[in-house]
């Protein structure tokens, strides 16, 4: 869409009619049940495909969700492997016993 010269605004427009109506329907779901700050966020990234201005809003959400993310993999590795040990401790009671 961004290299065909009559089609760039339309989608521009689209994209910031679906943003918004996104982040309108979060505003909503902050007060009604739903997952409100959820729908905020993604409207916000659906505005940061085309808005400079928008992702420039997002970019601290993404930097927090990737700190997250890697922060939830090392909590699951642990895991993972203290579980690991306990087994192959169990086992070898079991076969000593």
């Known amino acids: 869409m961004h290299t065909h010269p009559v ?17 309108l329907a979060g505003l909503v779901m902050m007060v009604a049940p739903g997952p409100g700050v959820a729908a905020v966020i993604l409207g916000l990234v659906v505005l940061s495909t085309e808005f400079r201005w928008a992702q420039r809003v997002v970019r601290p959400a993404q ?4 700190r997250a993310e890697r922060f939830g993999m090392r909590v ?12 192959e401790l169990r086992r070898k009671r079991l076969s000593s016993g």
């Open 63 to 66: 930097v927090w969700f990737r």
């Open 7 to 23: 089609l760039h605004l339309p989608w521009r427009i689209l994209v910031g009619t679906a943003g918004t109506l996104i982040i």
């Open 76 to 87: 699951r590795a642990d895991a993972v492997r203290r579980y690991r040990a306990r087994r």
